[in-house]
C-alpha cells in the first residue's frame, strides 16, 4: 500500500509559439513554449504540498492540468494508486480534487447556501421550495460550522463579505465536495494581510480533515505557513522539493532564482 494520493510522472506542457506565416516559413520549425517540462512529484494523504517559484514558472499550468483544465502534452497521473486520465474538471470533480481560485469564483448576487450548491441544489419530492432553500441553509451552516469559518448570517450576499470571508465560502464549497485533493492557486493574492491568516489557517484545518493540498503562491511567507514539503519550479521543471523542516525562504529563493 503506498501512502501517496496522486502521483505526477513526467508531466509536460508545451503551448506553440504563434507566428506568422512567412516567419514559420522561415524559420522552418516551430518552437515552444515550455509550460511545464517532465514534472515528476508524489503527495501524500494529508500533505500540504507548496508549489513555489518566480511569476510564468509553470505553478498555474501544472495545477490546471490536475484539474483537467489544460490538456498535457505528455505524461502520467496516478491517483489513488491507479493510472487517471484527467480529460476535464468533471473527471477531477469525480476522482475528488477541487480547486479554489484567486478570484473566489462565486457568485456576487446570491447568498451562501446558494453559492455553496450552485449547480447541484438539493432537490426533494416536495412541491414546496422553500423545504428545499431551508435544507441547502441547514447544510450551508453545517459546511461553515464544520471548517469553523465565522460567518454569522448566511443569508447575506456574497458581495457583502470581506475578500478573507469570500476565500473561505470558497474552501468551504471545494469541501462541501469531500474531496481528496484541493489545489489553491495564490489563495491568498486577493486579501488584505489581515485576512491572510485567516485564510491560511483554513487551509491547515483542511489538512486534518486528511485533505491533501496543492498550494500555489508567490507569497514566499504563506508557502511557509502551511506547507509539509515546498517544491521550486523554474521555467516549468522541477528545481528541487524540500521538506519545510529541513530547509528555509533563503535557500529557496536562492533555487527560485538561481
Ligand atoms: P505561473 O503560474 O507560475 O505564473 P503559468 O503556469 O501561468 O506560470 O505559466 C507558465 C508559462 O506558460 C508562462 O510562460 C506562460 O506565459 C505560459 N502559458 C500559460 N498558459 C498559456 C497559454 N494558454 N498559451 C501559451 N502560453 C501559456
Ligand atoms: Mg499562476
Do not use: W
Not at 516559413?25 to 501524500?44: C, G, P, Y
Not at 480547486?99 to 432537490?123: K, W
Not at 504563506?222 to 535557500?251: C, M, P, Q, W, Y
Amino acid at each position: 500500500m503506498t501512502n501517496n494520493l496522486i502521483e505526477v510522472k513526467n508531466l509536460k506542457k508545451y503551448y506553440q509559439v504563434q507566428k506568422g506565416f512567412i516567419e514559420t516559413l522561415l524559420a522552418r520549425k516551430i518552437d515552444f513554449i515550455k509550460a511545464v517540462d517532465k514534472v515528476s512529484f508524489n503527495i501524500r494523504k494529508g500533505e500540504v504540498f507548496g508549489l513555489a517559484g518566480e511569476s510564468g514558472s509553470g505553478k498555474t499550468t501544472t495545477g490546471r492540468l490536475i484539474l483537467g483544465l489544460t490538456e498535457p502534452t505528455e505524461g502520467k497521473i496516478f491517483f489513488d494508486g491507479r493510472e487517471v486520465l484527467i480529460t476535464s474538471p468533471r473527471v477531477s470533480k469525480q476522482l475528488g480534487i477541487e480547486m479554489v481560485y484567486q478570484n473566489f469564483a462565486l457568485c456576487p448576487n446570491l447568498d451562501v447556501p446558494s453559492n455553496l450548491f450552485l449547480g447541484r441544489e438539493i432537490t426533494t419530492r416536495s412541491f414546496f421550495s422553500f423545504l428545499r432553500k431551508r435544507k441547502m441553509e441547514k447544510e450551508a451552516v453545517e459546511v461553515l460550522h464544520r471548517l469553523k469559518i465565522d460567518i454569522k448570517n448566511p443569508r447575506i450576499y456574497i458581495d457583502r463579505l470581506s475578500g478573507g470571508q469570500q476565500q473561505a465560502v470558497a474552501i468551504g464549497k471545494a469541501v462541501s465536495f469531500y474531496p481528496k485533493l484541493v489545489i489553491m492557486d495564490e489563495p491568498t493574492a486577493n486579501l488584505a494581510l489581515v485576512e491572510i491568516d485567516k485564510v491560511l489557517e483554513l487551509t491547515l484545518r483542511l489538512k486534518q480533515h486528511d485533505i491533501s493540498i496543492i498550494f500555489i503562491s508567490h507569497r514566499l511567507d504563506d508557502v511557509f505557513t502551511v506547507s509539509d514539503r515546498i517544491f521550486v519550479l523554474k521555467h516549468g521543471r522541477k528545481v528541487d522539493v524540500k521538506e519545510k523542516a529541513k530547509t528555509n525562504k533563503d535557500e529557496v529563493i536562492r533555487l527560485m532564482f538561481m
